[in-house]
């Protein structure tokens, strides 16, 4: 691992950030889960987290899965919509409040609960498959939470691991001029309304490990298989860029997500066997998964 993981003022208090950050997001706000066509480009990539990791949990395609870190449950929405029986954890309330609002909404079923990724409140053994979304990245220390989740997968399981980490370059930057452009225009059509502001992204600590640090850790723990691959091939577009999960205007997230199923046919590279995957330096983001 890195010996240097960024120093960071919020390295021990990201648990409190995202509370005040979901706390203050309304009632109404609507998680990322769509079972049809997707509205907007994060519906879109949570189909395709979805369908690639169906793939990747192989015979494991049923039972109980755990999402540790859920917020409002987007991802597991999609576990449940499939048949899984899903359990919800998140040291945030506000987050889960939204995810039963959500859930109910859509006639899912799921368990939400409130507890710590360091101190999972399962048994040994207890779930077919752990996954989390954008959760590894905010802990200085890895290997603990790693440990937590792999000790409540049954032997046979899968561990999948999808990780945002902190860094400069990646398909990203290919967006950043026109996110410029959209943000000027989006001022400028909103400047008499306070409402139209973009939100401001709330400063989490984020760490810059690589899939190849996951990787030494499930070696160092003995797992039956392992692996990694980029993932999210393509850039979010969008007037805030500092918060790109801010949907635009409807007939621009289609014509959007029009032209990305277009160029995703077209991915020559495709390391996970799915045209969502792609090289880690290139993707939004990786896979890390493992067979306990
Ligand atoms: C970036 S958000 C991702 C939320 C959700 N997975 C998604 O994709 O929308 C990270 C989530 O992890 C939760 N979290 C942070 N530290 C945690 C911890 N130690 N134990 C459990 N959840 C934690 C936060 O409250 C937040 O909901």
């Known amino acids: 691992m890195p010996s240097n993981p960024p120093d960071d003022k919020f390295k021990g208090g990201s648990v409190a950030a995202f509370d005040q950050s979901w706390a203050a997001l309304p009632a109404s706000n609507r998680y990322h889960f769509a079972r049809q066509e997707p509205a907007h480009q994060v519906q879109f990539a949570f189909q395709n987290h979805f369908r690639v990791f169906r793939k990747v949990l192989g015979d494991v395609q049923s039972g109980r899965v755990l999402e540790v ?5 987007s991802m ?13 954890l998140d040291t945030s309330r506000p987050a889960l409040d ?13 368990h939400p609960e409130i507890a710590d990724a ?3 409140p399962h048994a040994s053994g207890s779930f077919d498959a752990i996954v989390s979304i954008g959760l590894f990245e905010h802990f200085a220390d890895i290997a603990a939470p790693l ?5 409540v997968l049954r032997p046979g399981g899968v561990f999948l691991g999808y990780v945002v980490p902190e860094r400069t370059v990646s398909v990203q930057t290919l967006a950043a001029p026109v996110n410029g452009l959209l943000a000027l225009e989006h001022r400028w059509r909103t400047r008499r309304d306070p409402r139209q502001a973009v939100p401001r992204k709330a400063p989490f600590y984020r760490n810059a490990y690589r899939a190849r640090d996951y990787l030494k850790i499930l070696e160092g723990m003995g797992v039956a298989a392992r692996g990694a ?14 918060f790109p999960f801010t949907p635009m205007a409807p007939a621009r997230e289609q014509r959007l997500m029009g032209l ?3 160029l995703l046919q077209l ?16 993707g939004l983001a990786f896979l890390v998964w493992a067979k306990k």
């Open 76 to 88: 597991a929405a999609f576990f449940a919509n499939a048949g899984f029986g899903a359990v919800l």
């Open 260 to 262: 990305w199923r277009a």
């Open 229 to 242: 691959f980029g993932m999210f091939p393509v850039p979010m577009v969008s007037h805030s860029p500092s």
């Open 98 to 110: 939204l995810a039963r609002a959500n859930f109910r909404q859509d006639g899912l079923t799921g």
């Open 118 to 120: 360091l101190r999972l």
């Open 69 to 73: 870190g859920s917020g409002r449950g």
């Open 267 to 282: 991915n020559p590279l495709r390391p996970g066997g799915d045209p969502w995957t792609c090289p880690e330096d290139w």
């Open 147 to 151: 440990h937590e989740q792999l000790r």
